[in-house]
């Protein structure tokens, strides 16, 4: 066996500002706009804000861990690659499944949103009624527009990465500019005592304190911080150096946690805690009324859309890529690594995610919130995974180019580890004060992901030998520093 190297397959087409507004507008999406309203309701002002602090303080520490393997393994599949080089092939299966399971989630989710907005502003638009599931009406029109939607998005992702990038530019300007209008509005005209006697919150009919409510909270921040990942799944196709690579995460992290936090608080000052209880959009309401106006309500919802349309850009680019890496490596069907012969995108594996979200809308919501749930625990594992790489390989392969390197990288891995570990037991763990584990339904929708992995795996097992796992190394050149080769995972026989 030996080691060989190839030139990547990949066109380098994104600059540094596509790949900020690739991770930032993933990150900042469309939660804000619809469940800023429950996470007030359930925590209080400032213990939401603060659960996204908390949440935000362990993404930050597995950005960290993120920063430096990506500048130290620029390629396509991020996780996949981190986890090969520390685990091997099992251990980067699993990392690399589950964090597709993530990816997938909001895909599908977002194909369910954005009809749901759509709803928000024409009032007449559910037509057609079709059956129920979980409760949800479904409506001919709703899922007309999602399939559609998804249809469109999907295509632009085939086109190209540049494409999907230009798009994420527009939109992700978009959704900052109705946050800050919100912000400063609440500024302008919120009231004090709206925020003074909504500082906490507990639910004491089911047991949750003040504490139970943050954490209650925390627990939804990762699917919500879930996006600087997306960086390293596309790493081939950047035209960065390596250190700022790394910077550009770190960067997004922290203006998603602050946009976040800002949200919230203008909110909660701008409109009493009486008037959230009658509203349908309180992030959108509240807009209404920081102007005194049902236009920028209106506005606020566009903006919201077109955080949809960010995150669900995103998602399809890291999901199709991660998918990518593992064909490549055998580790599923060799068919999802094929390249488009023109476009050179992931086309059967952005084809395939894509058909997830057209078949999205026929569930309702429902059925989605339990899968982004799931995928929620998915990501969280996937991290700690990923965190626990940098350790082993700080101890395994010191001597690792890493143009990006984190100081006291020890102690930021140890607490990455933690933190993230700690995040995925608080969905399998019940606890009694908070409601943070996942339910039945969710642990159907994740044990099935997970038995469509053992058979995948135990496929190319089968079918690929000790095949399974190899992968050619990427030959590179970092435009900051002097040519350098890639450690992508395994080798590959003479």
């Known amino acids: 066996m030996s080691e060989k190297t190839n030139k990547s397959k990949f066109d380098k087409v994104l600059s540094t500002k596509d790949i900020f507004v690739l991770a930032f507008g993933a990150m900042i999406g469309w939660g804000w706009v619809v469940n800023t309203g429950i996470w007030i309701e359930t925590a209080g002002a400032l213990g939401a804000a603060l659960a996204f602090v908390i949440g935000g303080i362990m993404v930050l520490f597995v950005g960290l861990t993120y920063a430096e393997l990506t500048a130290a393994m620029p390629q396509c599949g991020g996780e996949h690659v981190f986890s090969y080089k520390a685990m091997g092939p099992t251990g980067s299966f699993i990392c690399t499944w589950a964090i597709i399971l993530g990816y997938v989630s909001v895909v599908a989710f977002e194909a369910c949103a954005f009809p749901t907005v759509i709803q928000y502003l024409s009032p007449n638009f559910l037509q057609g009624y079709m059956y129920t599931v979980a409760g949800f009406d479904i409506y001919a029109s709703w899922v007309a527009v999602g399939v559609v939607t998804a249809i469109i ?33 609440s500024v302008i005209n919120g009231d004090p005592a709206n925020i003074a006697g909504n500082m906490f919150a507990g639910n004491i009919e089911n047991g949750t304190t ?11 921040t ?13 790493a081939e196709e950047i035209n960065a150096g390596f250190k700022k690579i790394g910077g550009i995460m770190i960067l997004s992290i922290l203006m998603a946690v602050a946009f976040y936090a800002l949200i919230i608080l203008a909110v909660a000052y701008v409109m009493p805690l009486s008037a959230m209880a009658n509203s349908t959009l309180v992030t959108a309401d509240a807009m209404g009324l920081a102007f005194n106006s049902a236009i920028m309500t209106k506005v ?17 680019i890291g999901g199709s890529r991660a998918m990518f890496s593992m064909a490549e490596s055998n580790m599923i069907p060799k068919v999802f690594a094929k390249l488009h012969p023109k476009f050179k995108t992931p086309v059967l594996a952005i084809a395939l995610i894509g058909v997830l979200s057209v078949i999205a809308p026929f569930f309702g919501r429902k059925m989605l919130v339990w899968i982004v ?6 990501v969280c594992l996937a991290y700690a995974m990923v965190s626990l790489s940098f350790l082993i390989l700080r101890k395994k392969d010191p001597e690792m180019k890493r143009p990006y390197k984190v100081r006291f990288g020890t102690f930021v891995g140890i607490v990455a580890v933690a933190l993230s570990g700690l995040m995925t037991l608080l969905y399998v763990i019940p606890l009694p004060f908070a409601s943070t584990a996942l339910v039945m339904e969710e642990w159907i929708m994740a044990g099935g992901w997970a ?5 995948f795996y135990g496929y190319c097992k089968y079918k690929y030998g000790s095949e399974f796992g190899a992968h050619m190394d990427v030959e590179y050149e970092d435009i900051d520093d002097l040519p350098v080769f890639s450690g992508r995972v395994g080798s590959v026989t003479e």
């Open 373 to 378: 749930d799931a995928g929620s625990f998915g």
């Open 222 to 234: 990762p699917f919500l911080f879930v996006g600087f990942d997306v960086i390293p799944q596309a």
């Open 153 to 185: 998005i999907t295509i632009i992702n085939i086109l190209g990465a540049k494409t999907a990038a230009k798009l994420q530019t527009i939109f992700t300007a978009l959704i900052a500019a109705a946050g800050i209008l919100l912000i400063a509005g």
């Open 210 to 220: 003040a504490l139970g409510g943050v954490l209650t909270v925390a627990v939804m």
């Open 300 to 316: 606020l919802i566009v903006g919201g859309m077109a955080g949809i349309i960010t995150s669900w850009n995103s998602f399809l």
């Open 451 to 455: 038995i469509l992995g053992v058979v």
